[in-house]
């Protein structure tokens, strides 16, 4: 799977939009781009993925640049609840497994 | 959330013993998946499944199998616990269309003593 690099850490305020960069410069043309969380200790919670166009779903658009060697993940209007570690990962279709990275540790603030 | 149930969802055991994690789907999903995370490695995959009695392994699979033998129940088994297996362990499971997202259950966290 190709690598992705993200910051380590981002603070955000509450009600503000929280943009969430994230480059994977070897992505391959089949290889998608996933989003997900985790909170604390929970299981890591599904976000949003796309392979070539902007997506949105109810919980946060993603953003692929055209040469699709980067991405955004815009929540709209961040919450308490949204603090949380953000991975983003790219993989092929199919059966294949995700490789997590270290992710990106949001921290949404009063 | 998608219809996936771990169990048991605590577990402390000693050294040596035999252990047995249950993942159960009600989704009917084709894919499911076994990972463990740990502090300063993020998740590894262990082993996973692509159908009943199909499995193969994954990055971290020394010590551990698997065993898939109906569609909704996925089973990972320590033979012999030793205390580096202490860990959170997570399934997935995936549909099977291609880009399905995989989704995740609450975890199990075993530790051993």
């Known amino acids: 799977d190709a690598k992705t690099t993200q910051p380590t850490s981002m603070d955000c305020a509450e009600g503000r939009a929280a943009n969430l960069p994230c480059n994977h410069s070897t992505i391959s043309g089949n290889e998608y781009v996933y989003w997900y969380r985790q909170i604390h200790s929970q299981g890591p919670q599904y976000i949003i993925h796309?392979?070539?166009n902007n997506e949105t779903n109810e919980m946060a658009s993603l953003i692929i640049t055209e040469d699709r060697k980067s991405s955004t993940l815009i929540l709209p209007h961040a919450t308490l609840r949204d603090t949380a570690v953000y991975y983003c990962?790219?993989?092929?279709?199919?059966?294949?497994?995700?490789?997590f990275g270290k992710g990106t540790m949001l921290l949404v603030s009063p | 959330d998608a219809g996936i149930t771990q169990s048991p969802r605590h577990k402390v055991t000693e050294t040596g013993t035999p252990v047995t994690l249950r993942c159960h789907q009600t989704e009917n999903h084709r894919y499911m998946y076994w990972y463990r995370q740990d502090p300063g490695h993020g998740l590894r995959l262990i082993h996973y499944?692509?159908?009943?009695?199909?499995?193969d392994k994954g990055e971290v699979s020394d010590g551990y199998s698997v065993s898939r033998s109906k569609t909704e129940d996925f089973l990972l088994t320590l033979e012999s616990a030793t205390s580096s297996q202490t860990s959170v362990y997570f399934c997935?499971?995936?549909?099977?269309?291609?880009?399905?997202?995989?989704?995740f259950g609450d975890g199990t966290r075993l530790s051993i003593l």
């Open positions: 796309g392979l070539k």
């Open positions: 990962i790219v993989s092929p279709s199919g059966y294949s497994t995700l490789t």
């Open positions: 499944s692509y159908g009943v009695k199909d499995t």
């Open positions: 997935a499971i995936k549909g099977d269309r291609d880009n399905q997202p995989q989704h």
